[in-house]
């Protein structure tokens, strides 16, 4: 397919119509001081739909003027210009894009941030993403029907409440020795990085006909505590998610996650009537080696740079969806293969 074709199927993926095939890249940790290699090979696949995870530049910083300028710098990388050119974008925050490392709802700039941040990604002036009391979350729906596919994603930072960390010593004797990160799990059992407000509002959109229903989240979900920031830190988010997607009888859930500097594809069967596959990119310039252990880990993991990707046939009576990672050079690194039929249980 040339690439006046692809921006065509992008277009009509966005505008409803229905695809044969249908694929959609992702990925986070994008510094903008880096060249990026990466991004020829996600340009090269000439996909529907890029989304960007989180971390999408490293701001940390509270002078807006330097963060805006950051923003402008990955504006003018070639790759990114190219990819912005020929495929719809779509983009939630993380921590260094929202403006301090591990920060939450205590950052002092955050709404100056959003603006700065939604004015970057082109969102419209009058969307609801500029004006919400308690984050950026949104989603969007591509195709119709039984192809429709719903992304939604979650604002894990405008609400979220402090970390707590076991301190200096305590990392350094009690947890890198296992790869395992500072932070405590909260100790407030209500404690959410949401907030009641989203949370109506992410049931109210899971609930919502689809297909597949693609969670985009910033911070990963499934894997247990492990010390870095995740939905892991606050239990009462991540269980009553799970919880959410069984007893709503949602079919068709997919997470899709950045943050960590190496990527990995982990399920969970137990407790759930149909395993959720997550899968995890990061970063696209950004690498950690020391790689935490995770019990819902499939297979290996990767400390390269990586995106993601998810691929949907239509054309067979059972859809066949194909997700995992690519690397720089647009290779596998790791994927499934799996039927609609296999997480669609209701």
């Known amino acids: 397919m040339n690439r006046a074709l692809s921006l065509v199927s992008s ?3 966005c505008t409803g119509a229905l695809a044969a095939q249908q694929k959609i890249l992702f990925g986070s940790c994008a510094h903008q001081d880096h ?3 990466i991004l020829n090979a996600i340009n090269a696949e000439q996909p529907d739909l890029f989304a960007f995870l989180g971390d999408n530049i490293y701001g940390d910083t509270e002078d807006m003027t330097l963060l805006a300028a950051k923003y402008q710098k990955l504006a003018t990388n070639p790759g990114f210009r190219s990819l912005k050119a020929s495929t719809p974008l779509i983009a939630i925050w ?5 403006g301090e490392d591990d920060a939450g709802a205590e950052y002092p700039q955050k709404e100056a941030s959003r603006q700065i941040m939604l004015d970057f990604w082109g969102e419209p002036q ?8 308690d984050g950026i979350y949104t989603s969007y729906t591509y195709g119709e029907g039984e192809q429709l596919i719903r992304v939604i994603m979650p604002d894990l930072r405008w609400n979220r409440p402090p970390l707590s960390s076991v301190g200096k ?5 009690s947890r890198r020795p296992h790869n395992m990160g500072p932070y405590e799990v909260s100790e407030d059992p209500n404690a959410s990085m949401l907030g009641e407000t989203q949370w109506q509002w992410l049931e109210q959109e ?4 689809a297909a597949i229903r693609i969670i985009a989240s910033s911070l990963q979900l499934l894997p247990e505590f492990s010390g870095w920031e995740a939905w892991a830190n606050y239990p009462a988010d991540r269980n009553r998610l799970l919880k959410l997607i069984k007893e709503a009888q949602l079919n068709g ?3 899709i996650s950045g943050d960590t500097h190496w990527g990995e594809l982990s399920k969970l069967e137990k407790g759930m009537d149909y395993p959720i596959w997550e899968i995890t990119s990061s970063g696209l310039t950004e690498e950690w080696k020391d790689v935490s252990p995770n019990q819902h880990r499939v297979g290996n993991h990767t400390h390269n740079v990586n995106y993601g990707y998810l691929e949907i046939d239509w054309q067979q009576a059972d859809p066949i969806i194909r997700f995992g990672l690519r690397d720089e050079k647009g290779n596998d690194v790791m994927g499934q293969r799996l039927p609609l039929s296999s997480i669609s249980p209701y």
Not at 94 to 98: R, S
Not at 126 to 133: T, V, Y
Not at 169 to 173: A, P, R, V
């Open 94 to 98: 993380d921590d260094h894009d929202f």
């Open 206 to 209: 899971l609930k919502k006909p």
């Open 11 to 13: 277009l009509l993926l």
């Open 169 to 173: 010593l305590g990392y350094l004797f």
């Open 253 to 255: 859930v997919i997470v």
């Open 126 to 133: 009058d969307s609801a993403r500029r004006q919400r009391p």
């Open 35 to 37: 060249q990026m290699p």
